[in-house]
């Protein structure tokens, strides 16, 4: 993974400190770099800190959660390290970790290469995110927004809008309105529902769009009947897979693929690539000794069988001895190490597509 060069760091703050509304677009912000900034939306595999801020159960501020982070510190990321949108800015060469947009502590040179508005606990159905107090999509899109008008602030609206249009927009939601549809919580068919969801997907992806961006990758949703809380749930005494919930997802993923498809027909200059995360998941689950895991069934964190946010934690949960053995973090997200495994699919697969 390529490091955040000393040299884009150097250029930013030349940037900024020289920079006014009718200065010549910033070419270093991209000389290191694939995109200028990575900007994120969705839920908990994409939060990196929102939820610290919100009053919200959906918390993970607490060790063990952050165990495997820098200096061991846990941040609001839901896992033991970096998730998806860290790994993903490293790879690219953008810089090291996504902070979330909710943190005081942002500067002038975070916003300019991107931040996360994902929140754990946030759906396409608004109705999911209100009953979670997490930040709904559309909260997200108001703070992109803002954030907007803090960029043209400080580096003016042509640097804005090269920012904004080059940019790399990551999308990684869904995955708490497919389990309510599978639950059946709101009274229509698997079928009726992922539809529903899929049109306020695509509505999502066109209010981008109108914001500006032009390079939209979304990410699908896993298999959830195969994740150790559904098993332990839904899959008998043997924990096997639900394959109700596995059915769910790959409906949902279908359409969702399709929206997508044809979105990038429709908008003009407008690449949306969808990732599929459901087989790059369920490959590690079905071959996890391919890959160095010998756990993957379970979590890492306590029994392993149901834990996560407030059950994980440092008084009524322990720690697996060896993290890399196991393939999920907690009941509900892969570890560190199994995120990488897919982020460098994604990279490889799906990153050339928005060129």
Not at 7 to 32: D, E, M
Not at 102 to 114: A, E, F, H, K, V
Not at 192 to 208: E, G
Not at 293 to 322: H, M, Q
Request: proline share 5%.
């Amino acid at each position: 993974m390529k490091q955040y060069s000393l040299i884009l760091f150097l250029s930013i703050i030349v940037f900024f400190t020289t920079t006014t509304a009718t200065t010549t677009l910033p070419v270093s912000l991209s000389s290191n770099a694939t995109f200028p900034a990575l900007i994120v939306f969705g839920d908990s595999y994409a939060d990196t800190g929102n939820n610290n801020y919100l009053n919200t159960i959906a918390k993970c501020n607490y060790p063990p959660y952050g165990i495997n982070f820098e200096g061991g510190t846990p941040t609001g990321r839901f896992g033991d390290g970096e998730v998806f949108p860290d790994l993903i800015a490293e790879g690219l060469g953008i810089k090291r970790t996504i902070p979330a947009s909710l943190d005081p502590s942002l500067t002038p040179q975070d916003l300019l290469t991107g931040v996360s508005f994902a929140s754990g606990g946030s759906g396409f159905n608004p109705r999911i995110s209100q009953s979670r107090s997490a930040l709904s999509m559309t909260d997200q899109l108001k703070q992109l927004k803002e954030y907007i008008e803090k960029l043209k602030q400080n580096g003016g609206e042509e640097t804005t809008d090269y920012i904004i249009s080059k940019s790399l927009f990551l999308v990684v939601a869904g995955s708490n309105d497919v389990p309510s549809a599978t639950a059946g919580n709101f009274q229509l068919d698997v079928p009726s529902y992922t539809s529903s969801v899929i049109k306020l997907a695509s509505d999502f992806m066109k209010k981008l769009y109108g914001y500006g961006a032009r390079r939209i990758l979304v990410v699908g949703v896993p298999p959830f009947g195969c994740l150790p809380s559904q098993r332990t749930l839904g899959g008998g005494l043997q924990r096997d897979c639900d394959q109700n919930y596995n059915d769910a997802s790959k409906l949902f993923n279908s359409k969702l693929s399709l929206m997508l498809g044809s979105l990038s027909e429709t908008l003009q200059d407008a690449k949306l690539v969808y990732f599929d995360y459901y087989n790059s998941l369920l490959e590690l689950i079905q071959s996890p000794q391919k890959y160095g895991f010998e756990v993957a069934d379970r979590g890492c964190c306590g029994t392993g069988l149901i834990e996560v946010i407030w059950l994980c934690n440092k008084y009524t949960a322990s720690v697996c001895p060896n993290i890399s053995a196991y393939l999920f973090w907690d009941g509900y997200h892969p570890s560190e190490r199994a995120n990488r495994i897919i982020i460098s699919k994604l990279l490889d697969k799906s990153i050339p597509m928005l060129l």
